[in-house]
């Protein structure tokens, strides 16, 4: 596998990547279908590009009001649950087709699953437990 240095791209972190890590956040299952390096990459290059695409598509076919510095014109759009809806809609609809490509079926997670965290808070327990 390639050096991770190689994978990583800076990514536009706002306000699109707030957008994009809070859908991932509030849903778990979803979070761990794309936690391979690859998978990361291009989930979050695609999830980032059609999460633009589509607020640019809900500022063209609907108004917001006249901007009075309290909040940015992403801010008013989500405002509306409609909106906030079909952005979450997209993300997964990403995630979704990211963790079925067949390319990174033989990639291993950046974190370890669940058994590989029992065993070693097994190990743990065993070898702490003697010396304390």
Do not use: C
Not at 66 to 78: K, R
Not at 108 to 120: G, I, K, N, T, Y
Request: charged share 30%.
């Amino acid at each position: 596998m390639a050096e991770l240095d190689e994978l990583w791209i800076p990514l536009v972190d706002e306000p699109i990547g707030s957008i994009v890590d809070r859908v991932v956040r509030d849903d778990p299952a979803l979070a761990a279908r794309v936690e391979t390096p690859h998978r990361i990459l291009a989930f979050k290059t695609f999830a980032y590009i059609r999460t633009g695409i589509l607020l640019g598509q809900l500022l063209f076919d609907h108004d917001i009001p006249g901007w009075n510095g309290s909040e940015s014109w992403v801010d008013a759009l989500l405002r509306d649950p409609a909106h906030r809806a079909a952005i979450e809609r997209e993300v997964r609809a990403v995630a979704e087709e990211i963790a079925s490509d067949p390319r990174y079926a033989d990639e291993e997670p950046l974190a370890p699953d669940d058994a590989a965290r029992d065993r070693f808070r097994a190990f743990a327990r065993e070898h702490l437990g003697r010396s304390g």
